[in-house]
């Protein structure tokens, strides 16, 4: 009888079962945070869709912040996702305009999502009270972008220019454009120009680039 076998394989089981477990609070969680949003989501409303004890909650994410950084670290995942098909342009100028309209065109599509990622304070105070845990997901999207201004200011882009300072003007601008639509700020905007302000304004901006 080959009881290391049976004991690996009941390991293995047991680990599978413990990701699908948590895979399945996290699709509740979404659900209800699309639902409901942040503030009506808890761990007693995602134990009840589930139909679990909140205690095997607590065995998987130690309190609700920890939950929507899971969430949001998928949302960074599905933007990455996107801008996969950057590798294909080679002017890094080009390359950033097209960084801004896929970046705003998620935004657009997803905005519980994007909310959850760049507006929300419940990823961030997750990282905060983890020890030695930084925000990787914006560190490595932003990095995307200070990479290909680094570039663009090697090809002559751009000149008199600080790296670190222009990548977050972009993002800073772009961000702004999509979040006063989000957060139902663009009512100043005339009423025929309101639907697609954040599109315009994003080709306003690329045409100051350059």
């Not at 905005?111 to 030695?132: G, N, Q, R, T």
């Not at 002559?156 to 702004?176: N, Q």
Request: aromatic share 10%.
């Amino acid at each position: 009888m080959n009881v290391q076998g049976n004991t690996m394989g009941i390991t293995d089981r047991k680990e599978r079962e413990k990701e699908e477990l948590r895979e399945i609070i996290l699709k509740a969680a979404k659900e209800l945070f699309l639902e409901r949003g942040i503030e009506k989501t808890s761990m007693r409303t995602i134990a009840d869709k589930i139909e679990y004890s909140p205690g095997i909650i607590y065995h998987y994410f130690k309190d609700k912040n920890e939950i929507f950084h899971a969430l949001h670290q998928e949302g960074f995942k599905a933007l990455s996702e996107k801008m996969e098909v950057l590798s294909v342009i080679q002017d890094p100028m080009e390359r950033i305009k097209a960084m801004g309209k896929i970046y705003v065109k998620f935004a657009l599509e997803n905005p519980d999502m994007y909310d959850l990622m760049f507006i929300k304070d419940a990823p961030m105070c997750h990282v905060y009270d983890s020890e030695k845990e930084e925000w990787k997901e914006g560190g490595s999207a932003f990095n995307g972008l200070r990479m290909t201004i680094i570039e663009s200011l090697e090809k002559g882009y751009f000149p008199g220019h600080d790296a670190e300072a222009l990548a977050y003007m972009v993002w800073s601008t772009v961000h702004g454009l999509v979040s006063l639509n989000i957060r139902k700020r663009c009512e100043v905007i005339d009423i025929p120009r309101r639907e697609n302000i954040v599109i315009d304004g994003l080709d306003a901006f690329l045409k100051l680039l350059g």
